[in-house]
């Protein structure tokens, strides 16, 4: 049962265009969502979050909308640009008990920027 | 920087060994994780740990265990390996901040293992 779901493996998009790259989600206990890149043979790095308690987070070039009524949120990168190719995974945050967080991610996005 | 060290970059393992993968953070965090990725599958979370020598399963704790002795350091331990446990194994960890968790999980490098 997937709690967290990124319907698109892949993208393709053109350097200097938006790419938008979107999350769904069915538990409604998660209160926190992050967005991570990932390349090839490393760690995945943290992009941009949203709390719950916000619709919008805006970091340069990446912008995170979060529409709680449809459980979904959407990571834009605008311009995008060659380096941004890489995996990308939304990942959502729930108390699992006491202060225990878990994270969740989905299965991540191949986003491909064309020079 | 926050850094979270793991052990091996590239690990390659007979069928029926015991397997220790470690992680170690600088940042004195309370969470720490293990997840594998495999192709169109994502990050599966295996054993997460909430504080020293506790500890709670994720969604594919079988053929694994973790220890948490010290609360810099989580490990993973694959107690007979197997082929299908070939996979990239990433270790995260993540300060508790109270309600909502407002922070990022930081994560290692990560270990390719190979099962032959």
């Known amino acids: 049962d997937q709690q967290v779901k990124q319907n698109s493996p892949s993208l393709s998009v053109q350097e200097g265009r938006i790419s938008i790259l979107n999350c769904d989600y069915t538990n409604s206990m998660f209160d926190y969502f992050l967005w991570y890149k990932k390349y090839p043979a490393e760690g995945p790095t943290f992009l941009i979050s949203?709390?719950?308690?916000?619709d919008k987070n805006e970091d340069g070039r990446f912008t995170v909308f979060l529409n709680k009524s449809a459980k979904h949120l959407s990571l834009h990168i605008v311009p995008s640009q060659p380096g941004d190719s890489a995996v990308y995974f939304c990942a959502a945050s729930a108390r699992s008990g006491g202060s225990n967080y878990k994270l969740t991610f989905g299965k991540g996005t191949l986003l491909t920027v064309n020079p | 920087d926050v850094k979270v060290t793991q052990s091996s970059r590239y690990l390659v393992k007979r069928t029926g060994e015991k397997v220790f993968l470690e992680c170690v953070q600088d940042m004195d965090h309370e969470n720490m994780f293990w997840y594998r990725q495999d192709p169109g599958l994502g990050l599966r979370l295996i054993y997460f740990s909430y504080d020293v020598k506790m500890k709670e399963k994720g969604d594919i704790p079988e053929g694994y265990s973790v220890s948490r002795e010290k609360k810099e350091r989580f490990s993973l331990i694959l107690e007979s390996a197997s082929t299908n446990q070939t996979s990239m194994y990433l270790c995260a960890s993540r300060t508790y901040s109270g309600s909502p968790a407002n922070t990022e999980a930081f994560f290692g490098q990560g270990t390719r293992l190979t099962v032959v």
């Open positions: 949203i709390s719950s308690i916000k």
